[in-house]
């Protein structure tokens, strides 16, 4: 696979695998890095350092690097799959509902906060971190959601995946 080129199909679904990944990274990021700053921050410094200004900034940088690091690991798993192999996968990724549900969760949240954030705390911070920071938030908060209606039952249904026959030349 490395000495040749990729097919357009390989190339497409490799593509939307890395975005998959990154959104995924994103969410993920998003999650874990506000209670990790603030742990960090009251465990090694006080709360007399921790600053609304910090916590947002930590929120978005957090993201960032969620968003980066699940897109290199998704292009480095991809590049090395075979074209079959990207095609089920894309296919699996396209018909998961529950993901799909988290995805618009996290993004009606992030959405939601990066306006009432500013909205709310604008004099505590920069413009840029109420903004990007209070999507980070929103989109932990939409993704904490999703799995408050999971586990609350609402689940979602199953969508059936057509079989698509691959042509072999």
């Known amino acids: ?8 199909t390989h190339a497409a679904d490799m593509e939307i695998i ?6 995924k990274g994103y969410e993920v990021f998003s999650l874990l890095t506000p209670p990790a700053y603030a742990a960090f921050v009251f465990m090694r410094k006080g709360k007399g350092h921790f ?21 290199a690991l998704e292009y480095i ?3 090395r799959a075979s074209e079959a192999t990207m095609r089920n996968r894309r296919l699996q990724h396209a018909y998961d509902a ?5 995805d618009d969760h996290s993004t ?19 413009v840029v971190n109420l903004v990007i920071g209070g999507a980070g938030i929103g989109s932990a908060i939409g993704l904490l959601t999703h799995y408050g209606r999971t586990i609350t039952g609402d689940i ?5 995946i057509p079989e698509i026959p691959i042509a072999s030349s």
Do not use: H, Y
Not at 18 to 23: D, I, L, P, Q, Y
Not at 98 to 102: C, G, I, P, T, V
């Open 156 to 160: 979602t249904p199953d969508a059936q």
């Open 18 to 23: 890395v975005r998959r990944g990154m959104t």
């Open 98 to 102: 529950a993901s799909l549900r988290a």
């Open 51 to 71: 600053t609304v200004n910090r916590f947002l900034r930590a929120t978005w940088v957090g993201g960032a690097v969620g968003c980066a690091g699940g897109g």
């Open 1 to 8: 696979m490395s000495s040749e080129r990729l097919s357009a």
């Open 108 to 126: 009606i949240g992030a959405i939601l906060f990066a306006v009432l954030t500013p909205a709310i705390l604008w004099k505590r911070a920069s």
């Open 77 to 79: 798993r991809s590049s």
